[in-house]
């Protein structure tokens, strides 16, 4: 049984996973850094399908359209309701503008392009998922946010007034329109501080987006867990669903869960069309920048999943999903053979 809601620690306020989370060897990060090698970003332009306000001018024919906008923004349309996910258009997902992980490309849709927007979905606090400037500009146009807990706090010390924020915990739901948003579970943790000094005071979530037929899911950053067969049981199934694949490493396999468990994990969730994210933008992990799509593509050969491979700032229709088209070169790569990545605690969990 997965609890009903977030443990947290009484005494420290700290959140908790439900399955306890194996933090990283400081020192076997260390050596990996030094003697793994990959090409780790593109050495020529990413194709990207630049977007401007007139796309959206048109409703999805299907009720549903997703537009990959690189790592983990996604603009989000479900039966007339809009959202925007975990908004970053900065340069550098890092700490500092002057230093940190560098986007391969430009945001395919400019900042003062976006439509309307009915909500700004945020999932958890980290550099990649949450830029300050970004954040503050949307704000200052009056946009709601919804967070999970603990973020309030965080948005008011950026300026963003408290009351455009809504903070939920997970499995409760917020209505936009007719739609339902629903803060989804989710196996990570938090924090934004150099120090570790804030670590897991805010919670991290999903979500899901139910609409009188049509249902997606984001499921924001995870490890595989059980709570994504609750997810399927209670909310699915999904039209489409959009799962984390790059930034693993078998060091820290308890945070984010690779691309074969991302794959299982959407087929627990009953998704329908899997939209595969957070790759492919920065370089954040230990890998080849190319190998989370390689191996996406494989195991979702291998366990019958439809996929979608969309280039950064395409338009995703479920229910006609674009052909699988190879934009990415072609570059060495480990296979999931060669370097699992397998979170801990799952065992014998799916089939």
Partial sequence: MTPERPLRDPRSGRFRNALPVRQPNPFAVLRALFTERFVTAPEQPVPIE??????????????????WLGHATLLIEVEGVRVLTDPVWAERASISQAFGPRRFFPPPLALDALPALDAVLLTHDHYDHLDKATIRTLASRGLPFIAPTGMTALLAGWGVPEAQVTERSWWEQVQLQHVTVTLTPARHFSGRSAL???????????YALTGRERRVYYAGDSSLAPEFAVVGERLGPFDISMFEIGAY???WRDVHMGPEQAVRAHRMSRGGLM??????????????WTEPAER???????????????????????????????WWPTLP??????????SSGVEGLFP
């Fill in 275 to 288: 939209l595969p994210i957070h790759w492919g933008t920065f370089d954040l992990a230990l890998h080849g």
């Fill in 333 to 342: 790569w480990r296979s999931a053979e060669e370097y699992p990545v397998v």
């Fill in 50 to 67: 630049r977007r401007a306000r007139a796309d959206f001018a048109v409703a999805p024919a299907h009720g549903v359209r997703v537009t």
């Fill in 196 to 206: 570790f000094t804030d670590r897991d005071r805010r919670l991290w979530c999903g």
């Fill in 249 to 251: 490493s078998h060091l």
């Fill in 296 to 326: 996406v593509m494989a195991a979702a050969e291998r366990e019958g999943v439809s996929l979608a491979m969309p280039r950064p700032g395409a338009m995703v229709d479920p229910l006609l999903p674009p052909p699988l088209e190879r």
